[in-house]
Every structure is written in C-alpha cells, then in structure tokens.
RNA sequence: GGCCCCAUCGUCUAGAGGCCUAGGACACCACCCUCUCAAGGUGGCGACACGGGUUCGAAUCCCGUUGGGGCUGCCA
C-alpha cells in the first residue's frame, strides 16, 4: 500500500464524456479532491473518452465547468484516455509477449450456447469457459485478446472504505481486455493509464468494485511483462447513490444532472455540502463550510451503505445557504436569472434531455425594464423566502413588468370573489394618495383600513396584493408598494377597480 | 443463476460492548410568531430487519436467515 504520509498521493477522477455531469460522478469527483487537499497531494482529471460512438466533445466540457463551478478544478488534466493508443499498445505487446493473453475466436453467440448446454448438464458457472484458452491462436483476424486468469487462488482488495474484499479467481472468467480491432478495452486501458499517470488512489464507485480483480491481475501482469515493480494503487469504493427504490441513479430515469441544479439555482457551495453529507458526517452539524470537511473527512469514516440523493434535504440546505449570503452576494448570486448577460452563462441554457425544454425560462420582463437598484432595495425579502435562486424572478416580477402579473386563481380568490374587495381597493386608492410613502405609514394606513371594514389585517390586505403584486402570496406588501412607488401603486388599484366595477 | 457488497427513524446519519429510555438533521404533524408567503421558535410522531450464539452486559463482535443493491458487454 502507498506511504501517503511521505509521497503526496495522486489520485484520479476518470468520467466517461457521454452526458450531463451525474451527481454521482460529482460526489465521487468530491472525495478524490478533498482526500487530494489534504494530504498535499495532486487531483487529475482524466477524460475517458475511448468510446467513440458515444462521447462527445461538449460533454467534455460539461464536465470541466461542473469541476470548476464546484470549487474542485483539477490540478493536472484533462488527460484524454485517446491520447494514449501508443501506453496501451506497448502495455498489451508486453503482455502478449509474456503470454499473459490468448487470442479468443469465440462469438457472443457461441459463448451463450455453450452457456446454456453446461446449465442443462448441472453446471451453474456463467460466462466464458475459456473455450480459445489453450488453442494457440494468432492475433488478427479481428479476434480478442483474453487475460488468461488463475484456475484457483484469490485476489484480495484492499478497500479503504470496505477493508479487505476477497474474489476466488475460479469465478473470475477469462476476460476480454483488447477489443478485435487492437484497442485497449476499459479495464486495461484504466490500469494502465492509472500506470503511467502514477496514480496511487482510485477512488471510485461501488459498482466499480467487481472490476477491481481483473485491474490487480492485470497490474501485477503488467508489472511481470515490463519487469518493473510499480505499486498498486489504494483503492476505495465509494457507496452508490440511489433513488428512491434504492436503486442506482439512472441517466434515464432520475435528475442527475448537476447542469439542472445548476441552473435551477442552487449555490455550489450548499451542492457540495450536501454530497459530502451522503454516506459521511462532519459530527455535530451538517451545515459546514469546507474548510471543515477538509479538515474531517476520511475514507475510513464513509458509510458503506447506498445513499438516497434527497432533493428535499438538498433543497433545505441551500436556503440556509441562500440565507447566509450578505445582500450584495445574494443579488450578484441572482443576477443570471434576473438580468442575464447575453454571452454568459445562462440558466436556460439547461434542456431537459428528453423534452428538450429548458428547466429555467428567462424573466418575463424585458430587459430594459430590469433595475438593479429596485431589486437591490427588496433583496433583502426575497433572500429569506427562496430555497432555490430560479425562484427569485416570479417574486420581484411586479416592479419590472408593466403592469401587475396577472394570475387568475388569485384574481378570483381575492378580489372577483371577495365582495368587500371593491371598497377595499377604493379606500386603499384614496389612502395612498395622500399618505407618507413607507412601509411604515402604508402598514398603518392599511391597518386603518382594514379596521373601518372590519377585518383582520391578513385578510383585508389581500385584495390590495393582488391588485398591485399579481398574487395572494408574496414579498411583505409594504416593503413591495414603499419600493414599487405611488404613482405606480395607485395606478394598479385603480385599474383593479375599474375591472371589478365596470361602467354602468 | 454465479460472484461481490450492504442492512439504525420514511430519508441522510451519530453510535467503535456498558455513557442508549438509541442522539441530530430533512420530511411530516401541532402550536407560537405574523400584513400573504416564507423564515424563525417550541413540541410531537418515528429506527437498531429476523434468529441464534459470544459476553456479567450487544445497535455495536461471530454465524445463519431474510431483504435490498452492484457486477456479470469486443461500454466506460
């Protein structure tokens, strides 16, 4: 095992560029860089991109500015896993050479059936039976190579989360590890570019486990073949997030995309906070900043039981977050999804992959109407009643629009079906015409009101929201009408009341 | 089917044989606060999968059962 405590470890994350950056890689990505930060060492990023029918260069990116948005941008990297054909093919002379490979001529097809023929004759053992093992066939022809593995023995892998797991070889088939067109297949090619980039800890995810045997074969082959000693890594095996069925989070079926909370408004640091929280805890309090988890987190301590991604507690935690922020940093925070800045990036620019929608519309104001001053003056109440920053726009959207949003339900709700609404709106009309313009006088004033109609403040205020704010729920209305203005407060009650009250 | 992993409130977890009448957080419920909505406060509901051992003593150690999950591709 490597002497972290006198060589700076290197560790890897090793995504494969075919989507949307999984949550799943983004925690994994989180334990290589904050095991990395503490011990001084080196955090790489390798991009294994060597299926070329799915991965695509923009994913690529995807990948990098998730890193980066998270805090957690490589120190060395991006390696491409493309870029080393010339490692893989010396690797896999040296190991054809030493014998360690055979030549394989068997179709998919004709390993089934053989399959299927032992079952009927009482042999359970799936997969390859090693059929091509001792025929002495030549390379060509498009014909695989197979990593001969042990009949009997053992591989132990040392976890660092799991301790040791043992996998009898006689379970382990002789696997395919050069595809028929020469090229390194993933478990290979993973080794050996873990090999060459001197990577000491692969930190990775559980269902990464079961692979783990054939890399320590095929290390140890390697290192036979090329007549060198070179270390094994330390390997540690994450715990899977899963979903609600407790199962593991799928592309397909699950919001995994950490481009979607991006956009939908959730502050990296609460993200990271939160994946750190799933299969690990700081202690006392889970709401840390990271210099605390820097300073607590150990592979040793992480659960190694699956953990359910709870968009609720994420949620929650972000508004703590939200919250914390000082006013001008919650305004700069919301500025892509109040006032975005054409060439940067944009919230909408997330679609949803299968309808293709994006997740988050653009304000509803034109962007001439937008004024950081007037946002800037209510942030403060906007701040704590938003869990997620794509909620900001429909709560300030009255003072940008140009006249009050118009929401049915709540127009029918507090005003078409309020009869008292009328007088109401008249006797707020006629108030805030004349009184002092802030909260503090339109609070009383309103108090007055409701007093001479005799209802409670709650309920008298109602129709007077709907007709200038557009909804019955919202920013405390009289910070909302001080910083709407008069003019502007007047003209919307009295184009309610004209509504409600048509000419005879 | 085979191999492997896992098992504390609904969820994330604390718990390294006595500090456990099992603690916290999210969610949920109630109440308080209150100009709506939030936020905040107080309280409540709620778990050691089961069965055997080991031990004076087990959520913690061992075995088994059950349940869940992962892998089982010339994908990564």
Known sequence: ???????????????????????????????????????????????????????????????????????????????????????????????????????????????????????????????????????????GDGRALRFRTPDEGVVDVHDLVRGDVEFPQRALEDFICVKGNGKALFVLANAVDDRTMAISHVIRGEDQLPTTPRQIMLWGALNRAEGVDLPLPAYAHLPLLVNEQGKKLSKRRDPVAVEMYRAQGFLPDAFRNYLALLGWSPGDEEIVPVAVILERFRLEDVQRSPAFFDVKKLSHMNGVYVRALSVDDFVAACRPWVDPVPGEWVPGAWADPDTGAPVVSPPAWPPERYDAGVFAALAEVVQERVTMLSEVPELVDFLFLADAPDDPDSWQKAIAGDEGAPQILADALAAYEACAWDKDALHEVTLGIAESVGRKLGKAQAPIRVAVLGRTRGLPLFDSLAVLGRDETCRRLAAALARVTPAP
């Open 1 to 139: 095992m490597t002497d972290s405590t006198t060589t700076p470890p290197r560790a890897r994350f090793a995504p494969s560029p075919t989507g949307y950056f999984h949550v799943g890689s983004a925690r994994a990505a989180l334990d290589n860089w904050l095991f990395v930060r503490q011990h001084g060492g080196t955090f790489v990023l390798r991009i294994e991109d060597t299926d070329e029918a799915r991965n695509r260069p923009e994913w690529t990116d995807g990948i990098i500015s998730a890193l980066d948005w998270l805090g957690m941008a490589p120190d060395e990297g991006p390696y491409f896993q493309s870029a080393q054909g010339d490692a893989h093919s010396a690797a896999i002379e040296a190991l054809w050479e030493s014998g360690a490979l055979y030549a394989c001529a068997c179709t998919r097809e004709e390993i089934d059936e053989r399959t299927r023929q032992r079952a009927a004759a009482g042999d359970p053992t799936p997969g390859y039976d090693g059929f091509c093992r001792d025929l002495g066939l030549p390379r």
